[in-house]
């Protein structure tokens, strides 16, 4: 993933396209690089890192870190501004964050983080990398410089940061002719600036400030203790004792906030770690841990679902009937209807997930599993319906546009079913896949006008932008 990551970036300053539109170098940050530049890189790496198999698809986790995320923004100096939270399936201890507001958490982060407000110490850091323009500033910092040193330069600071000794000796040898220390300075200066407006992120939005500081001072003690397998956030965010003093001085001048853990928060890194690593060993860790008096709801919740992962069916059953009672949370819906699915239940799991509807209307993981369990038991007509009315409130959300192509095709609605899959496509930033899947929908030719007008209409529009991007 680094790599790829590393890769997208490099394309980025080498790409014909951007040669000519660079202004000169010594301007501003932001005239250096416009947002609608910002989104387009991101939205290219986020093509590429959906792709990659250690994308994390797990609705329940996904929603978690983005309504986190939100409230993190919503308290930033640019409330504003476009901001999508993904999760990368590495053990590594990491965070990163890419131009045009797309900031990725590694299962490591999460697991590792003692409570709620340590990991939103690490989002409001890298949600203050991207407010401050960081990624601009370093471009615009390099007054002069050719897009080829530029490269350099880039590749000398991301090698520099990742696990690959060659890569990072390649990348030095070619950037000996510039500034390296003088760079890795400025990116320093880039960590203490996140540090300082992710602090007051951090508490103006409700959590304990202390839990940045006290993260941060743990990665820098295990650092110490193995400096040759020290935690990737030191390689990517390294921890001076400077920026360590500046930290724990701004704390002081911050208002003490206590913060209680949600629920949803406990579930979700008991989620994650349920699913790290080898089935057998999850097992068999959750197991000791809720045979304790002293397990809470979700180590038993996590425990549930090691079981399922091992097939301990009646195991995970009888294990959530225990511990249901003390999750008030929409997880534990999800998690009711997937033990029916299991068991050969499915008409049982609608009924759970309707009623669970009911209480929480507009938990997005509950509004897929229900459109599923009603396709499952044959009920194409009613998931049509049920997820036509969700997008009308959330056009953006391609999974329902995924979910209304599977009842499109059961339901024998070829051009629909295209024309829908088209639309997922589109959300996700991907044109090509998009005009292939509007191809096949005019192929199909059972369409109504109004259908196949769209499809025609939506062919013209991705061609057009094809056009647009070709040009030099």
Request: no cysteine.
């Amino acid at each position: 993933m680094k790599r790829l990551v590393t890769l997208i970036l490099l394309s980025w300053l080498l790409a014909p396209a951007y040669a000519s539109e660079l202004p000169d170098l010594g301007e501003s940050a932001r005239a250096t690089m416009s947002e609608a530049q910002e989104a387009q890189i991101g939205a290219e790496a986020m093509r590429q890192i959906r792709g990659d198999k250690d994308f994390l698809d797990d609705p329940e986790t996904t929603d978690y870190i983005n309504r986190l995320g939100r409230q993190l923004v919503a308290a930033s100096p640019a409330p504003y501004r476009h901001f999508e939270f993904f999760v990368v399936r590495d053990a590594s201890i990491n965070a990163f964050a890419l131009p045009g507001g797309y900031i990725g958490v590694h299962t490591g982060l999460i697991s590792a983080v003692r409570n709620e407000s340590e990991l939103a110490g690490v989002l409001a850091h890298e949600i203050s990398h991207v407010t401050q323009n960081h990624i601009a500033r370093i471009v615009a910092a390099q007054k002069g410089s050719t897009l080829t040193t530029l490269a350099a330069l880039a590749v000398a600071i991301l090698a520099a940061r990742s696990d690959n000794a060659q890569i990072a000796q390649a990348a030095v040898t070619t950037a000996q002719a510039m500034s390296i220390q003088n760079q890795l300075d400025y990116t320093r200066e880039h960590e203490r600036e996140a540090d300082r407006i992710g602090l007051q992120t951090l508490s103006d939005s409700g959590y304990d400030p202390a839990g940045m500081a006290s993260f941060f001072e743990r990665l820098q003690a295990n650092g110490r203790l193995y400096e040759s397998k020290a935690p990737a956030y030191l390689r990517t965010h390294p921890l001076t004792y400077e920026r360590m003093a500046d930290l724990q001085n701004r704390l002081s001048e911050l208002p003490y906030r206590q913060h209680l853990d949600s629920l949803d928060f406990q579930l979700v890194r008991a989620r994650v770690q349920a699913a790290a690593g080898e089935p057998d060993d999850a097992y068999k860790h959750f197991k000791v841990l809720a045979a304790s008096k002293q397990s809470d709801a979700a180590t038993r919740y996590g425990f549930v679902l090691a079981a399922l992962r091992v097939g301990e069916r009646d195991t995970a059953v009888k294990a959530f009937n225990q511990v249901q009672p003390e999750l008030t949370s929409p997880m534990a819906v999800t998690l009711a209807a997937r033990l029916r699915q299991e068991t050969g239940q499915p008409a049982k799991a609608v009924d759970i997930l309707k009623a669970g509807l009911a209480k929480y209307p507009n938990y997005r993981p509950l509004v897929y599993d229900y459109a599923r369990a009603l396709l499952r038991v044959g009920r194409a007509a009613d998931t049509k319906s049920y997820v036509a009315e969700k997008l009308r409130a959330w056009d953006d959300d391609d999974v329902l546009y995924r979910l209304l192509a599977e009842s499109d095709h059961a339901l024998g609605k070829r051009s629909e079913g295209h024309l829908a899959q088209a639309e997922a496509h589109i959300r996700l930033d991907q044109p090509a896949q998009a005009m292939e899947q509007l191809q096949l929908a005019r192929q199909a030719g059972d369409g109504d006008f109004y259908t196949m007008s769209m499809v025609d209409a939506r062919l013209r529009e991705l061609r057009e932008r094809q056009q647009r991007e070709a040009k030099p």
